[in-house]
């Protein structure tokens, strides 16, 4: 059965810039939407940032201009840039990979990972 495994969380002041990596094992990512959601203390998961099969990428308002989805198929990994980060971003992040279509709800997809802190302080 295929794992997704995130990468990259971490500690960084406002202002700054943190990369997130998802690498999957076990299946092929192409033919899956990938996501990565987030979820803040007290809050519930949000989709923040979300790249078709075809490619396409789409944002959540409260990341666009700052947040940037990719992916290498080549290396079965999907990657989340983030810069200008906020004290409001501070979070675990998800990635999540939904086959032959996308869905902003985060128990429809077939794989999760297990998240990554990111904590960006003021």
């Known amino acids: 059965r295929g794992q997704l495994v995130e990468s990259g969380g971490g500690s960084v002041q406002s202002g700054g810039s943190l990369g997130l990596s998802c690498v999957y094992t076990?299946?092929?990512?192409?033919?899956?939407?990938m996501d990565w959601f987030r979820q803040a203390p007290g809050k519930e998961r949000e989709r923040v940032a979300t790249?078709?099969?075809?490619?396409?990428?789409t944002y959540a308002d409260s990341v666009k201009g700052r947040f940037t989805i990719s992916r290498d198929l080549a290396k079965n990994t999907f990657y989340l840039q983030m810069n200008s980060l906020k004290p409001e971003d501070t979070g675990m992040y998800y990635c999540?990979?939904?086959?032959?279509?996308?869905?902003?709800?985060?128990?429809?997809?077939?794989?999760r990972g297990q998240g990554t802190q990111v904590t960006v302080s003021a």
């Open positions: 999540a990979a939904q086959r032959g279509y996308c869905s902003d709800s985060w128990w429809s997809h077939n794989y």
């Open positions: 076990g299946l092929i990512l192409s033919g899956h939407c």
């Open positions: 790249i078709t099969i075809g490619g396409s990428t």
